[in-house]
């Protein structure tokens, strides 16, 4: 039997038609629905290899992502990998019966539930299921070392001072 696999193909499709599958997908940005907002972003095209063998389902994949820092709000663009792996089950009932919580090298999902692949991926990314490589430099962190409340430092612009205020009313 043959199957046509893209990012639309459903888990179910996989699990009830195919023995094994070895593929690759580019995906644009555009192709991800749920996964993209002000704190990350997929940035060009991102490349997927897709393993399929008795019912476990191996993805890897890698692209650019624009990530905002959460310490400093900075935007950069740097590069993400995903290595993901799922053993499909084909019941809701088979997945409670599995389901083991202390396991995060796999994920145990059902044929039922219908997911597409494209909305596997989005999962793994909305849930941060990925590395970034760092190549950010956190004006947070820089500025986390340094003594603010140095009366030298006070009148620097920029400079981080979390609790300035709190240090003046307490010298009232």
């Given at each position: 039997m043959i199957i046509v696999f893209n990012a639309e193909t459903s888990v179910g499709d996989l699990f009830y038609s195919a023995k094994a599958l070895d593929c690759s997908l580019r995906l644009s940005p555009s192709q991800f629905r749920r996964f993209g907002d002000e704190q990350a972003a997929?940035?060009?095209?991102?490349?997927?290899?897709?393993?399929?063998?008795?019912?476990?389902?191996?993805?890897?994949?890698?692209?650019?992502?624009?990530?905002?820092?959460?310490?400093?709000?900075?935007?950069?663009?740097?590069?993400?990998?995903?290595?993901?792996?799922?053993?499909?089950?084909?019941?809701?009932?088979?997945?409670?019966?599995?389901?083991?919580?202390?396991?995060?090298?796999?994920?145990?999902?059902?044929?039922?539930?219908?997911?597409?692949?494209?909305?596997?991926?989005?999962?793994?990314?909305?849930?941060?299921?990925?590395?970034?490589s760092d190549n950010h430099l956190c004006r947070f962190v820089e500025h986390k070392g340094k003594k603010f409340l140095n009366k030298k430092n006070k009148g620097k612009a920029g400079a981080y001072r979390p609790f300035e205020v709190l240090g003046e009313l307490m010298n009232k």
């Open positions: 997929i940035c060009g095209q991102s490349d997927w290899l897709v393993s399929y063998d008795d019912s476990i389902l191996n993805v890897t994949g890698s692209g650019n992502i624009r990530i905002q820092c959460r310490l400093c709000n900075e935007k950069f663009v740097t590069e993400f990998s995903v290595d993901s792996r799922f053993k499909i089950l084909s019941s809701e009932k088979e997945v409670r019966k599995h389901y083991d919580f202390f396991n995060s090298n796999i994920e145990i999902i059902s044929a039922e539930e219908d997911s597409s692949f494209l909305e596997l991926l989005e999962e793994e990314l909305i849930l941060g299921n990925y590395y970034a």
